[in-house]
């Protein structure tokens, strides 16, 4: 394994150590952010939760009323620097207000649909005209946005887009005709970010005013879920936008899409960790207000066990949400300092730490379902009831799994990314993946651990990532270019990635809590130990599957041999530890963290 570094690149936690101390982890937000996020709350309690079931039934103008008293508040221009009219808050703060929101089911669908990726693409790749023109207005809400790059024959592969836009005669305008779907905000946006092909194969980001010539909507989708969003579907017949509105260069449209994507994905995350802990909330205060056999039905050890698992994964994506927030906004200063404007920069930072957005939002969207589910179990028939919570809960949470890029598509991305980084030479896994196989054949690392505190958790991660380098460097040099078209090994392997990451990342908060003695120190070290314990067993899985469909003999052998010593872990009473952390929970009343 590489040595520690002080700062991380995207991906390079499989092949060094990560100090804790350079690590931001939720507990150190500061008092202004912690006073923007009890707005931020006190608006969604205030103005949004008592008005679900109206939002649900799409009231008219009852959306768009609750988007600008967002705006009054400025929680729609925090991303937007000051002198385009925004508060120009950073990162870490911006995903703060993206979880606060999470909870607000479809108003939380159509705020981030307007302040992430109806709003970015103009901040981070329009001209100075027009972030002039479309930035204050969309800071404030006086215009909403949406944006356009799914279409009927093009979901997952969106570069196969067929909307196609040509210059006018003259030279003045650009005409656009085509078909976009499932675009959330369409039925009152009036700025739409548009992606079509240019000559037929150059693929282009536009923004198209709604009241341009040739531009219509459909009628409202009728969805399983987030039903209080609007969905149409919109028209692009001879429709005619200045040529000022294309929107960076010509066929450099996938930048665009694929950077504001990056963007969505982790922000996807943040929302879908507000409405865990939300949920969370929900089913501890049922769970003590129930009462079955004499006993409130949190006394019971079957409740308990769903209140504990609810929390650990919730524990678990909070932790590589923040920290991986924080490595965007270092990374940002960085390529700032090397001279690049803020809008490149920031947009670079997004870039370098991709992967972890796409296990940011493969695991926020999983955790969330996953507590949605046992959320309704929790509340038994009345789990089932539309007159309670988790109804909207759960039909609402299905969605986040599709959105930003499906779990598979990003699964299979992860992996892309980190093999493509390393053909590049910017992350050395093939050197360390080799000298594995070398390891495996010479006499096995026997030693224990010094007994510090840490030292057995730490030994089991540095045994992940070598099961990690492992089964990917044998896979990649077995199947060379096959390996992108077997999207069953590329679906464990990017599980191996993700489980490895998520309690890495619960590791550095739990050390870091410790060494500065806080509060949470404690219940953050008894979901460690069980995030350890699962997570071996978890990854000895994937890499079994992935060895016993690419490999044979001797080599299948290596492999299995390898995935056994490297995922060893300290044995841990799971029952006992899940009851100390679901007494937490109980005593506090709700998720307490």
């Known amino acids: 394994m590489q040595t520690t570094q002080t700062h991380s690149i995207g991906g390079d936690f499989i092949v060094k150590e990560t100090d804790f101390n350079e690590v931001f982890i939720p507990e150190e937000f500061n008092e202004e952010q912690k006073m923007m996020a009890d707005a ?3 608006f969604l309690d205030s103005e949004v939760m008592n008005k679900l079931d109206a939002i649900d039934k799409q009231e008219p103008g009852l959306i ?11 929680l729609l221009g925090t991303a937007i620097p000051d002198g385009y009219g925004g508060l120009g808050k950073d990162f870490t703060t911006n995903l703060l207000l993206s979880e606060k929101q999470g909870k607000g089911h479809s108003f939380a669908v159509a705020i981030s649909a307007h302040t992430c990726i109806g709003s970015l693409p103009t901040l981070f790749f329009g001209t100075e005209a027009q972030k002039q023109k479309y930035l204050p207005k969309l800071a404030t809400g006086e215009w909403k946005a949406a944006y356009c790059l799914t279409e009927p024959g093009s979901g997952s592969d969106a570069l196969a887009a067929k909307t196609k836009a040509v210059r006018s005669a003259d030279g003045k305008s650009w005409i656009l005709n085509g078909q976009k779907m499932w675009i959330t905000n369409a039925g009152f946006a009036d700025v739409f970010i548009v992606f079509a092909q240019v000559d037929g194969d150059k693929f282009t980001g536009f923004i198209i005013e709604r009241n341009s010539s040739g531009f219509t909507v459909g009628e409202e989708e009728h969805k399983m879920g987030i039903k209080g969003s609007s969905t ?13 509105n294309l929107l960076g260069e010509i066929g450099k449209g996938h930048k665009i899409a694929f950077n504001i994507l990056n963007m969505g994905r982790i922000k996807l995350s943040a929302a879908a960790l507000g409405a865990a802990k939300n949920t969370s909330s929900g089913s501890v205060k049922y769970a003590l207000d129930r009462m079955q056999f004499g006993k409130r039905i949190a006394e019971f050890g079957a409740i308990q066990h769903k209140l504990a698992e609810q929390a650990i ?8 949400l923040y920290r991986t927030g924080k490595n965007i906004e270092s990374a940002t200063e960085s390529f700032k300092s090397q001279g690049l404007e803020y809008a490149p920069a920031h947009m670079a930072g997004v870039e370098e730490f991709a992967i972890e957005a796409s296990i940011l939002k493969v695991n926020g969207s999983e955790t969330l379902d996953f507590c949605v589910d046992e959320g309704v179990q929790i509340y038994g028939g009345y789990g089932y009831s539309a007159d309670y919570m988790m109804d909207r809960c759960y039909r609402d949470s299905r969605i986040n799994r599709i959105f930003e890029g499906t779990n598979e598509i990003n699964r299979m991305l992860i992996v892309d990314m980190l093999m493509k980084r390393a053909m590049k030479g910017k992350l050395n896994l093939m050197g360390p993946a080799m000298a594995l196989q070398k390891e495996l054949m010479g006499i096995p690392d026997m030693s224990g651990t010094d007994g510090e505190p840490f030292s057995n958790e730490s030994k089991a991660l540095t045994g992940f990532k070598k099961s990690i380098l492992l089964i990917a460097g044998y896979s990649a040099q077995k199947l060379m270019q096959k390996l992108e078209s077997e999207q069953e090994v590329l679906m464990h392997i990017a599980d191996m990635i993700i489980e490895t990451y998520l309690t890495e990342s619960v590791f550095l908060r739990a050390r870091k809590l410790a060494v500065l003695n806080h509060a949470h120190a404690e219940v953050a070290q008894l979901i460690m130990k069980i995030l350890f314990f699962e997570t071996a067993e978890k990854i000895n899985y994937h890499g079994k599957c992935t060895a016993l469909s690419v490999a044979s003999g001797d080599e299948q052998r290596m492999l299995l041999m390898g995935l056994k010593r490297f ?7 799971g029952v006992a530890l899940r009851r100390k952390i679901a007494g937490t929970l109980i005593e506090k009343g709700n998720y307490w963290l």
């Open 64 to 74: 768009v009323s609750l988007l600008n008293k967002a705006g009054e508040l400025g």
């Open 40 to 42: 931020c709350n006190e």
């Open 232 to 244: 149409r579907q919109v028209f692009l017949t001879d429709c005619k936008i200045p040529k000022e």
């Open 567 to 573: 995922t060893k872990t300290e044995p841990v009473n």
């Open 313 to 320: 994964r919730i524990f678990a994506v909070e932790s590589a």
